[in-house]
């Protein structure tokens, strides 16, 4: 099974700020990656796949890029609506595994 | 509107069997992957089951031989037997629709399973 490790498991920061977190496959699986935003009860929201390409309707301050093994999600400028928990899931392979989250709070 | 409603989620004892149902509506759903999420209580997401719309069959080594995907094109409805039940499978149970490039692009709301005696 292909592992997905994301980091950092817990990031701090302010509105406004640009963030990036980091998603890293145990293995190559091109550009089949997808991340993920959950608020609490609530089910997860597709924003990017493949592994830069925006979702419907999801803000431009998103954006992903990568491919191989390493992969980044980046919010240009952090909204009090982004503070959640993110997940990559890699599609390359069955299964096909989460990253373990990143949760986004307020600093 | 595209829309999944699980349903069937319930406290059950361990060793015992559960069947959880999601309810298609909105789509062409006998065109598409269908899917099983689950998210344990505080943890992270976890991929366990698809079919797609032909049969095939996929599982995580956690559920394989105790959980069985199906789905009913007709009735535009998947669903996931659970049997011989663990504690660790508590969790919030998600269906979700995958699209031709490989994300889960639909999720319904979540069925929450509890097993405890």
């Known amino acids: 099974d292909i592992q997905m490790t994301q980091s950092p498991s817990t990031l701090s920061a302010s509105v406004g700020d640009r963030v990036t977190i980091t998603c890293r496959a145990s293995q190559s699986i091109s550009s089949y990656l997808a991340w993920y935003q959950q608020k609490p009860g609530k089910a997860p929201k597709v924003l990017i796949y493949k592994p830069s390409s925006l979702e419907s309707g999801v803000p431009s301050r998103f954006s992903g890029s990568g491919s191989g093994t390493e992969f980044t999600l980046t919010i240009s400028s952090l909204q009090p609506d982004d503070f959640a928990t993110y997940y990559c899931q890699q599609y390359y392979s069955y299964p096909n595994t989460f990253g373990q989250g990143t949760k986004l709070e307020i600093k | 509107e595209v829309q999944l409603v699980e349903s069937g989620g319930g406290l059950v004892q361990p060793g015992g069997s559960l069947r959880l149902s999601c309810g298609a509506s909105?789509?062409?759903?006998?065109?598409?992957?269908m899917n099983w999420v689950r998210q344990a209580p505080g943890r992270g997401l976890e991929w366990i089951s698809c079919?797609?719309?032909?049969?095939?069959?996929y599982y995580a080594d956690s559920v394989k031989g105790r959980f069985t995907i199906s789905r009913d094109n007709a009735k535009n409805s998947l669903y996931l037997q659970m049997n011989s039940l663990r504690a660790e499978d508590t969790a919030v149970y998600y269906c979700?629709?995958?699209?031709?490039?490989?994300?889960?692009?639909?999720w319904g709301q979540g069925t929450l399973v509890t097993v405890s005696s």
């Open positions: 909105g789509f062409t759903f006998n065109t598409y992957i």
């Open positions: 979700a629709r995958r699209v031709g490039l490989g994300l889960l692009d639909t």
């Open positions: 079919i797609s719309s032909t049969g095939t069959i």
